[in-house]
């Protein structure tokens, strides 16, 4: 069963879910969580307080996925191509565990101002 989150950027509220893995439940502990991300072409990351290693690691991903970054204890949502993509696909820097995706257009992201904060929650 998945797991409902709110992530609020600003003005811009998205509805997502994580799913069961267990980086996703390990993510879920440490909620609700507030900082500023950083972006890497239409990805949004920032670095968690959260270490995992590689679970069920994908090479690329699609619009809207929420994954985890291990390198870097990041916590990342993919809204369009990174710097590496080659093609259509979505690249990320490398390898990511996959926990979740958000629930409608994760392209808003792309009108929201760098210094934004984000924050996710979970929601009962």
Not at 19 to 40: C, G
Not at 82 to 106: F, K, M, Q, W, Y
Request: aromatic share 8%; proline share 9%.
């Amino acid at each position: 069963m998945s797991h409902p989150i709110r992530i609020l950027l600003g003005e811009v509220e998205l509805e997502a879910e994580l799913n069961t893995s267990e980086t996703a439940e390990k993510i879920l502990q440490t909620l609700p969580v507030k900082s500023r991300f950083n972006s890497w072409g239409d990805e949004i990351y920032f670095q968690m307080d959260v270490a995992f290693g590689p679970e069920d690691p994908q090479e690329t991903v699609a619009v809207g996925d929420l994954a985890f970054w291990p390198p870097g204890k990041a916590f990342c949502i993919f809204y369009g191509q990174t710097p590496v993509s080659e093609g259509d696909e979505i690249r990320p820097a490398s390898p990511v565990n996959p926990i979740g995706r958000v629930l409608g257009d994760a392209t808003v992201i792309k009108g929201v101002p760098r210094d934004t904060e984000i924050v996710i929650e979970a929601v009962s």
